[in-house]
């Protein structure tokens, strides 16, 4: 005797006549384990949009692309890549490949061991745009390193409070070059060793980080950058309260010459949706305050070679806006996201600051970059002409 059709089997035989089956169960499958290790994804990211910047390198807009990946490889072993695409508007111009991030990490219960290349920023400095002074404002580096996480916890006198610390680590990482390929020699003499102390607790409803990072250069390439045999210093504090967030940060880019490579940046953002009826999602706002202005700083705007051609630097500050609707979910996965950001940073404390004459070699490109959005550079021609960035595109 024939088995009468399910409910569901006149459906789905029905889907299919129109042609509709595959599309609703590709919407509706999830994800699956990967061909190549048949462990299963844990993040798989596609981005696409378009971007048009104005600042001390002219203007340049054009689409971009971005692919983010993780993936589980054997019980706590991840593996992390991201790399991103920009092509000009030009219909002659070749498109730029970037690889952002190529790593692979051991992720245990007493340490963390990770290498490749990785976003160090977010990791150095709370800070979004300044920051990461300990490796002169570069954050996509390659590195190795060793985490060893802790926890702390403690009672408030004459309080029924309680401070929590969910998580704490000390870590050591070696970073082998911070220049451009341009610059780049493979002998070791580039490379900083990084070791940073980071204490994470909570208060209640607020959680704190605190940042203490110490970096020396394995040889004296510079007399007041970060790659050098006397040492970097920075420190930092950052505090999250519901909506808010804000940092203060005090870095040190020489320990040899302290009064002219100290810096004081802080800043706050917020979650804004309620204010601006779902409009931005987040607006962080910036500064950045000279502490020791050198004549002879060159990654501050002073000429060593020439001092009658040198700068001092001033007090700049940075603007971001940014927004995202929808969801990210099995059956909507796109999501649009737009924003913005200006600046009137021309460069201090980072390679970018360095101009032909400043310093005993060719400078031209391959020491390295400012800051970045949205993955490209950021610098205003001076710090009366702002630099400005505008971005849009779908994420899924």
């Not at 029905?14 to 609703?24: D, K, P, Q, T, Y």
């Not at 390929?181 to 959680?207: N, P, Y």
């Not at 995202?324 to 999501?335: D, I, M, S, Y």
């Amino acid at each position: 005797m024939t088995a009468k059709p399910t409910i569901k089997q006149v459906f789905l035989a029905i889907l299919s006549a129109l042609g509709m089956r595959a599309h609703l169960c590709a919407l509706e499958s999830v994800t699956h384990a990967s061909p190549l290790t048949g462990m299963a994804v844990t993040r798989q990211d596609y981005l696409v949009g378009y971007e048009w910047r104005q600042d001390a390198d002219g203007t340049e807009y054009g689409p971009y692309i971005v692919f983010d990946f993780r993936q589980k490889l054997f019980r706590d072993f991840t593996a992390d890549v991201s790399t991103r695409i920009f092509k000009t508007a030009s219909s002659d111009d070749g498109a730029s490949l970037y690889l952002e991030t190529a790593a692979v990490a051991y992720v245990g219960s007493w340490c963390t061991v990770a290498g490749g290349r990785r976003n160090l920023g977010d990791f150095l400095s709370p800070g979004s745009f300044f920051g990461a002074y300990t490796t002169m404002g570069e954050r996509q580096l390659d590195s190795v390193g060793l985490s060893l996480p802790f926890r702390l916890s403690a009672d408030l006198p004459d309080s029924e409070s309680q401070v929590s610390s969910p998580y704490n680590a000390v870590t050591f990482l070696y970073v082998p070059n911070l220049f451009e390929a341009d610059k780049t020699q493979f002998d070791g003499r580039q490379g900083v060793v990084l070791a940073q102390l980071k204490v994470k607790f909570r208060l209640r409803e607020s959680s704190s980080d605190l940042f203490f990072n110490y970096a020396f250069g394995l040889d004296g390439y510079f007399v007041n950058g970060s790659p050098n045999t006397s040492g970097a210093l920075e420190v930092c504090y950052a505090l999250h309260s519901g909506p808010w967030a804000c940092f203060v940060d005090y870095g040190i880019q020489s320990l040899a010459q302290v009064s002219g490579t100290s810096v004081l940046p802080a800043g706050a953002s917020v979650d804004a949706q309620k204010w601006t009826w779902g409009f931005l999602k987040t607006l962080e706002i910036e500064g950045q305050l000279p502490l020791g202005p050198d004549r002879a700083n060159p990654f501050t705007g002073g000429n060593p070679q020439n001092l009658s051609l040198a700068q001092t630097p001033q007090v700049c500050w940075f603007v971001g806006l940014r927004n995202r609707l929808g969801e990210k979910t099995p059956n909507a996965p796109l999501r649009l996201f737009y924003g913005g950001a200006l600046t009137n940073s021309v460069g201090d404390y980072t390679y970018a600051r360095l101009v032909e004459g400043s310093i005993n070699q060719p400078v031209g490109k391959g020491f390295g970059e400012g800051p970045k959005i949205e993955g490209l550079t950021l610098r205003a021609a001076n710090y009366l002409a702002p630099a400005g960035i505008i971005y849009a595109g779908y994420e899924f």
